[in-house]
């Protein structure tokens, strides 16, 4: 039976070209994949289009016999400087089968193995501008493209572009990427607007003029000055076809060539560029890549055919990001029907959409994941017919993939074997950016010499050692060196670790500051190492994975180290598990713990707690190097001036309010709750169930309250000097109100040591003994249940002659707050919205009203105001299935429905499409109807068929089933239906009551379900969560 082929409404005269961003057409293709399913038809400008992408429909439209390779618009529009060559002629054409005849020997088995003495000539430059620039920043994309460029036209050309010897890159690639955009933006305009386009028009031919300029100039030095190399432009020159005899004419070389200097180098160096950030984003591949070069003294031609793992890293990076993401078909018959019965005419372009083909949830297992181990033992070799396709298909496949495997194996060998690799932004998510073909977007990385990291190591703390003033006598070389490391997400470990260093020298040590990551296999033997790490999920943060899987193979490190750990006690199954691992794992390997690990509990006295710690740590380091600590009273003097300058906290990323609304309004019920939509940054891109970090701004009234304590005017400007480092701004003149405002955490509790140092500042002996009073058992309650800060006790005890500078040394600095996004970037990949409450009530201290600092900044944006955001990738889990018709089953309570929102939108929009969903349910815990967040959307959905919404009051008298867990538990029959039938299960909400009571209720459902005790269940409930119970909570 004929099913029709799903389509997007169309538009007058345009068709379907509204559905096409020409700046992200790829991303488009994908969306309308996420919404339409694995085979969907557009109509741009009348031109007819299908798209493709399951291994079931791919495997059909390969087959030769039926279906031959359709040279797309924007290859048509490249023809104008490529012509007839292998990639942009058409099969029919003479010059097509000519050039494929005489030129498949260059890129034989031997060929390419004779062309290894050029490939390492040029790779070697690489490895060489790299050891001198050790420790810069590196453009990846830049610095691979000058590397396959000049590979290609020595191996094929004998010609050198030496892009390694030059500043800037090659005119060349300026012309030709010049080229490949404006031909892909031509497609997506009418006619007229392109013949109107005169500068453009002038610009796209003089470009294609200088490219056919290079390649004949080559041409003619090689007929002037001929060899017998036996290299592709000498086929291309002598060669002859063995059946016809023909040979190829001078302007089809000129053709060939372009033909293989863009395609020889602009794909390869995609690869590499993705391959690396694949690695440094798993680091267990990078560790396993990297034992395996390392079992080999130096890379020869026969080392490349043992690098097996190497081997699957490329084709796992090509499963994820094919670099010419798409090819192009048309059948040879008027008429083909297509598995499930989806006809396909003559007249249609066919799109083979590859990045969807190699997630086919079908053929891949969790297609998400960077698992190179899968193309291993056989799993290559064994997957289905046309499931991998990065090359093409059949005889218009790549006929350089042999130069391309080869010459990337030994790229990506050499610098595993001469470097350790850091990213310069370790939160870096993957942004790409496309011509024809696609590559990473903003990635950066950072080396370090395998050969030399004592003395990179070395160079790395005269660059970072804080600047001290003169005021300390004991000059830097005369300090102990000690290394201060640190694996951070939200900043408060990396926070801690400058606080260590700048406080070092006034102890008698010189602290340098680093990474966890980046000191893989060169932490220092010969001082003390410091680590301060939290975990993520019970997983290492992003700056530290490399770290931890280095650990993991268990080298031996004679080091001395102390550890403090970060979290959050809710977490408890993760709670400490990374600072644990590193701590045991040290001492394992061969380490000297110097003091016991800190363990820093965000619901507790979390500064107090590392301040203690800190102190402790720099006593035992001075006792073990005999050094008496440096006294100055005024590390941080602050100076009162008369000038004005803005100094407002840069980020770079900077979003558009484009919507602030009040879902519920603040009562009895609890606060009031707001629905925000954001405009993301220019290029940021997310997937449901990503969050949105935002750097918000102290509350006004706070900062009065701060102004009026220490009598200081609303316009006061000041100046800052410090004796360490600081986060504080130091370079010149600010604004009071801008530094309370912008850079420190004035709501955070006071400390235990704080609350000591104010005692004794108290002139009141009263105020003094009360202070005194608040005792280890007492602190708790009185001040962290409370959320008592500095500001309320120096209210509450006005005799404490504390000064501003000692009250702004007290504060830690303003740290970002992250959001579940609460919307599908189906709805709008280019906005987010979300959903929160706005803390506003009475202080528990019983001194005024609490505000929430993030809360309360956001509830006043308006429209059109700006924010610094960034969105943030979530864990690899807390996404939808691949696969829509799998169940999905979610609880939430409160604004704990945010993701969930998102995650309905978007099979709600699958739906509407014509998407196949599986069972889609939400268990929804609110104070009372009134609190019901999103009621009509939901309703709506629901009567779509997109979820089925169960919902508690806990509020409501005639509720009996008051909270989630209790309609969880009266339902368990169905949960269990459920998860017999392949469900994921999500929970976002508090971590001391949702999650905590949810796993309980479902842990009793195994419990009752598999008839054994509750260890038992609750570790079978465990081992689930691994893959198919997944949770975002919030303290």
Same mark, same amino acid.
């Given at each position: 039976?004929?099913?029709?082929?799903?389509?997007?409404?169309?538009?007058?005269?345009?068709?379907?070209?509204?559905?096409?961003?020409?700046?992200?057409?790829?991303?488009?293709?994908?969306?309308?994949?996420?919404?339409?399913?694995?085979?969907?038809?557009?109509?741009?400008?009348?031109?007819?289009?299908?798209?493709?992408?399951?291994?079931?429909?791919?495997?059909?439209?390969?087959?030769?016999?039926?279906?031959?390779?359709?040279?797309?618009?924007?290859?048509?529009?490249?023809?104008?400087?490529?012509?007839?060559?292998?990639?942009?002629?058409?099969?029919?054409?003479?010059?097509?089968?000519?050039?494929?005849?005489?030129?498949?020997?260059?890129?034989?088995?031997?060929?390419?193995?004779?062309?290894?003495?050029?490939?390492?000539?040029?790779?070697?430059?690489?490895?060489?501008?790299?050891?001198?620039?050790?420790?810069?920043?590196?453009?990846?994309?830049?610095?691979?493209?000058?590397?396959?460029?000049?590979?290609?036209?020595?191996?094929?050309?004998?010609?050198?572009?030496?892009?390694?010897?030059?500043?800037?890159?090659?005119?060349?690639?300026?012309?030709?990427?010049?080229?490949?955009?404006?031909?892909?933006?031509?497609?997506?305009?009418?006619?007229?607007?392109?013949?109107?386009?005169?500068?453009?028009?002038?610009?796209?031919?003089?470009?294609?003029?200088?490219? @056919?300029?290079?390649?004949? #100039?080559?041409?003619?030095?090689?007929?002037?000055?001929?060899?017998?190399?036996?290299?592709?432009?000498?086929?291309?020159?002598?060669?002859?076809?063995?059946?016809?005899?023909?040979?190829?004419?001078?302007?089809?070389?000129?053709?060939?060539?372009?033909?293989?200097?863009?395609?020889?180098?602009?794909?390869?160096?995609?690869?590499?560029?993705?391959?690396?950030?694949?690695?440094?984003?798993?680091?267990?591949?990078?560790?396993?890549?990297?034992?395996?070069?390392?079992?080999?003294?130096?890379?020869?031609?026969?080392?490349?055919?043992?690098?097996?793992?190497?081997?699957?890293?490329?084709?796992?990076?090509?499963?994820?990001?094919?670099?010419?993401?798409?090819?192009?078909?048309?059948?040879?018959?008027?008429?083909?029907?297509?598995?499930?019965?989806?006809?396909?005419?003559?007249?249609?372009?066919?799109?083979?959409?590859?990045?969807?083909? @190699?997630?086919?949830?079908?053929?891949?297992?969790?297609?998400?994941?960077?698992?190179?181990?899968?193309?291993?033992?056989?799993?290559?070799?064994?997957?289905? #017919?046309?499931?991998?396709?990065?090359?093409?298909?059949?005889?218009?496949?790549?006929?350089?993939?042999?130069?391309?495997?080869?010459?990337?194996?030994?790229?990506?060998?050499?610098?595993?074997?001469?470097?350790?690799?850091?990213?310069?932004?370790?939160?870096?998510?993957?942004?790409?950016?496309?011509?024809?073909?696609?590559?990473?977007?903003?990635?950066?990385?950072?080396?370090?010499?395998?050969?030399?990291?004592?003395?990179?190591?070395?160079?790395?703390?005269?660059?970072?050692?804080?600047?001290?003033?003169?005021?300390?006598?004991?000059?830097?070389?005369?300090?102990?060196?000690?290394?201060?490391?640190?694996?951070?997400?939200?900043?408060?470990?990396?926070?801690?670790?400058?606080?260590?260093?700048?406080?070092?020298?006034?102890?008698?040590?010189?602290?340098?500051?680093?990474?966890?990551?980046?000191?893989?296999?060169?932490?220092?033997?010969?001082?003390?190492?410091?680590?301060?790490?939290? *975990?993520?999920?019970?997983?290492?943060?992003?700056?530290?994975?490399?770290?931890?899987?280095?650990?993991?193979?268990?080298?031996?490190?004679?080091?001395?180290?102390?550890?403090?750990?970060?979290?959050?006690?809710?977490?408890?199954?993760?709670?400490?598990?990374?600072?644990?691992?590193?701590?045991?794992?040290? #001492?394992?390997?061969?380490?000297?713990?110097?003091?016991?690990?800190?363990?820093?509990?965000?619901?507790?006295?979390?500064?107090?707690?590392?301040?203690?710690?800190?102190?402790?740590?720099?006593?035992?380091?001075?006792?073990?190097?005999?050094?008496?600590?440096?006294?100055?009273?005024?590390?941080?003097?602050?100076?009162?001036?008369?000038?004005?300058?803005?100094?407002?906290?840069?980020?770079?990323?900077?979003?558009?309010?484009?919507?602030?609304?009040?879902?519920?309004?603040?009562?009895?019920?609890?606060?009031?709750?707001?629905?925000?939509?954001?405009?993301?940054?220019?290029?940021?891109?997310?997937?449901?169930?990503?969050?949105?970090?935002?750097?918000?701004?102290?509350?006004?009234?706070?900062?009065?309250?701060?102004?009026?304590?220490?009598?200081?005017?609303?316009?006061?400007?000041?100046?800052?000097?410090?004796?360490?480092?600081?986060?504080?701004?130091?370079?010149?003149?600010?604004?009071?109100?801008?530094?309370?405002?912008?850079?420190?955490?004035?709501?955070?509790?006071?400390?235990?040591?704080?609350?000591?140092?104010?005692?004794?500042?108290?002139?009141?002996?009263?105020?003094?003994?009360?202070?005194?009073?608040?005792?280890?058992?007492?602190?708790?309650?009185?001040?962290?249940?409370?959320?008592?800060?500095?500001?309320?006790?120096?209210?509450?005890?006005?005799?404490?002659?504390?000064?501003?500078?000692?009250?702004?040394?007290?504060?830690?600095?303003?740290?970002?707050?992250?959001?579940?996004?609460?919307?599908?970037?189906?709805?709008?990949?280019?906005?987010?919205?979300?959903?929160?409450?706005?803390?506003?009530?009475?202080?528990?201290?019983?001194?005024?009203?609490?505000?929430?600092?993030?809360?309360?900044?956001?509830?006043?944006?308006?429209?059109?105001?700006?924010?610094?955001?960034?969105?943030?990738?979530?864990?690899?889990?807390?996404?939808?299935?691949?696969?829509?018709?799998?169940?999905?089953?979610?609880?939430?309570?409160?604004?704990?429905?945010?993701?969930?929102?998102?995650?309905?939108?978007?099979?709600?929009?699958?739906?509407?499409?014509?998407?196949?969903?599986?069972?889609?349910?939400?268990?929804?815990?609110?104070?009372?109807?009134?609190?019901?967040?999103?009621?009509?959307?939901?309703?709506?959905?629901?009567?779509?068929?997109?979820?089925?919404?169960?919902?508690?009051? *806990?509020?409501?008298?005639?509720?009996?089933?008051?909270?989630?867990?209790?309609?969880?538990?009266?339902?368990?029959? #169905?949960?269990?239906?459920?998860?017999?039938?392949?469900?994921?299960?999500?929970?976002?909400?508090?971590?001391?009551?949702?999650?905590?009571?949810?796993?309980?209720?479902?842990?009793?459902?195994?419990?009752?379900?598999?008839?054994?005790?509750?260890?038992?269940?609750?570790?079978?409930?465990?081992?689930?969560?691994?893959?198919?119970?997944?949770?975002?909570?919030?303290?």
């Amino acid at each position: 039976m004929i099913q029709p082929i799903p389509q997007p409404p169309e538009r007058f005269l345009l068709g379907n070209l509204n559905e096409l961003d020409t700046n992200n057409f790829l991303q488009s293709l994908e969306r309308l994949q996420k919404l339409y399913g694995s085979i969907y038809r557009l109509n741009i400008l009348g031109r007819k289009v299908v798209v493709v992408s399951s291994q079931e429909l791919v495997n059909a439209v390969c087959d030769e016999s039926k279906f031959d390779k359709k040279v797309a618009e924007a290859l048509l529009q490249i023809r104008a400087l490529a012509g007839d060559g292998l990639f942009t002629a058409h099969t029919s054409e003479p010059n097509w089968k000519l050039a494929h005849n005489i030129l498949i020997p260059a890129f034989g088995a031997q060929a390419i193995r004779n062309m290894f003495p050029e490939m390492m000539d040029i790779v070697s430059q690489l490895i060489l501008r790299w050891e001198r620039f050790a420790g810069e920043e590196i453009d990846v994309c830049d610095n691979f493209t000058r590397l396959t460029l000049d590979t290609i036209a020595l191996c094929s050309f004998d010609y050198r572009f030496n892009s390694f010897y030059q500043e800037k890159m090659h005119r060349f690639v300026d012309a030709m990427v010049n080229i490949l955009i404006e031909s892909g933006k031509r497609v997506q305009r009418l006619p007229l607007q392109n013949m109107l386009m005169i500068g453009t028009n002038r610009k796209f031919h003089d470009d294609i003029a200088y490219i @056919h300029e290079l390649c004949d #100039e080559i041409v003619k030095q090689r007929r002037e000055h001929p060899n017998d190399v036996n290299d592709l432009l000498n086929r291309m020159i002598n060669g002859r076809d063995n059946v016809t005899g023909y040979q190829l004419s001078d302007e089809n070389i000129r053709y060939q060539m372009v033909t293989f200097l863009i395609a020889g180098h602009e794909t390869t160096s995609g690869l590499l560029s993705f391959v690396f950030y694949y690695l440094l984003k798993n680091p267990n591949a990078l560790q396993k890549a990297q034992s395996e070069v390392d079992q080999y003294d130096e890379i020869t031609l026969d080392t490349l055919s043992k690098l097996k793992y190497i081997d699957a890293v490329l084709k796992e990076t090509l499963r994820l990001q094919s670099t010419a993401p798409l090819f192009s078909l048309q059948s040879k018959e008027d008429k083909v029907m297509l598995p499930g019965g989806y006809e396909i005419y003559k007249d249609d372009m066919i799109f083979v959409l590859l990045s969807q083909l @190699h997630r086919d949830p079908k053929v891949w297992d969790r297609p998400e994941e960077f698992l190179p181990e899968r193309m291993l033992n056989g799993g290559f070799e064994n997957l289905p #017919e046309n499931a991998w396709k990065p090359f093409g298909n059949g005889q218009r496949s790549c006929i350089g993939r042999p130069f391309a495997m080869q010459e990337s194996l030994l790229a990506v060998a050499m610098i595993l074997k001469h470097f350790y690799i850091d990213l310069v932004d370790p939160s870096y998510d993957l942004r790409v950016k496309q011509t024809l073909t696609i590559k990473p977007d903003g990635f950066k990385i950072r080396v370090r010499s395998r050969r030399r990291v004592k003395i990179l190591l070395n160079s790395e703390i005269k660059m970072t050692e804080p600047t001290l003033n003169h005021v300390i006598s004991t000059s830097t070389n005369k300090l102990r060196p000690i290394s201060i490391l640190f694996g951070s997400n939200a900043g408060s470990c990396e926070s801690f670790a400058g606080t260590l260093a700048s406080e070092a020298p006034l102890h008698g040590f010189n602290a340098t500051v680093h990474t966890l990551d980046s000191v893989v296999g060169s932490l220092p033997d010969d001082h003390p190492v410091i680590i301060i790490t939290s *975990s993520y999920e019970g997983k290492p943060c992003d700056n530290a994975k490399q770290f931890v899987a280095y650990l993991a193979s268990k080298p031996t490190l004679k080091i001395q180290y102390a550890v403090f750990g970060a979290g959050h006690h809710d977490w408890v199954s993760t709670y400490q598990k990374i600072p644990i691992y590193i701590d045991e794992m040290l #001492e394992k390997v061969g380490g000297t713990r110097i003091i016991e690990r800190g363990v820093g509990d965000a619901a507790g006295d979390f500064f107090g707690t590392f301040e203690a710690w800190k102190e402790n740590l720099f006593k035992v380091l001075r006792n073990t190097a005999s050094i008496q600590p440096i006294v100055n009273d005024e590390i941080l003097k602050i100076e009162l001036v008369h000038t004005s300058k803005n100094n407002r906290v840069q980020m770079i990323d900077v979003g558009f309010v484009k919507e602030n609304k009040v879902l519920t309004v603040a009562s009895e019920l609890g606060p009031a709750k707001r629905h925000i939509e954001i405009e993301l940054p220019k290029g940021q891109t997310y997937r449901v169930g990503d969050y949105l970090a935002i750097l918000p701004r102290n509350p006004v009234q706070l900062v009065h309250r701060v102004l009026e304590r220490f009598n200081l005017s609303i316009d006061a400007q000041i100046k800052i000097h410090s004796l360490v480092d600081t986060f504080l701004p130091t370079s010149g003149p600010v604004s009071v109100f801008e530094v309370l405002s912008d850079y420190v955490e004035l709501t955070q509790p006071i400390s235990r040591k704080q609350l000591e140092t104010l005692a004794v500042l108290c002139k009141d002996e009263k105020e003094q003994r009360q202070l005194t009073s608040i005792s280890d058992d007492t602190y708790q309650m009185e001040i962290l249940d409370k959320h008592v800060s500095t500001l309320d006790i120096l209210e509450l005890y006005p005799s404490c002659e504390l000064s501003f500078s000692q009250y702004l040394r007290m504060l830690p600095s303003l740290r970002t707050r992250q959001y579940s996004i609460s919307s599908s970037p189906l709805w709008n990949s280019e906005v987010v919205t979300l959903t929160l409450d706005i803390i506003d009530s009475p202080a528990l201290s019983g001194h005024g009203r609490y505000h929430g600092v993030s809360s309360n900044y956001l509830a006043n944006l308006k429209k059109g105001d700006r924010l610094h955001c960034t969105i943030r990738a979530s864990d690899a889990g807390f996404h939808l299935p691949k696969d829509t018709t799998t169940p999905v089953v979610m609880f939430a309570a409160g604004t704990g429905i945010a993701p969930f929102r998102g995650f309905i939108q978007e099979r709600a929009a699958q739906l509407t499409c014509g998407r196949e969903i599986g069972p889609t349910v939400l268990y929804f815990g609110c104070r009372s109807s009134q609190d019901f967040l999103y009621f009509n959307e939901l309703e709506k959905w629901s009567q779509l068929g997109a979820v089925q919404v169960k919902t508690t009051f *806990s509020r409501q008298p005639d509720d009996d089933k008051k909270y989630v867990q209790d309609l969880v538990w009266k339902d368990r029959q #169905e949960i269990v239906r459920l998860f017999r039938e392949g469900a994921c299960f999500y929970t976002c909400g508090s971590a001391s009551k949702l999650a905590v009571s949810l796993k309980a209720c479902l842990t009793k459902i195994i419990a009752e379900e598999k008839q054994c005790d509750e260890k038992t269940a609750s570790d079978i409930f465990e081992k689930i969560s691994v893959n198919r119970y997944n949770v975002d909570v919030f303290a």
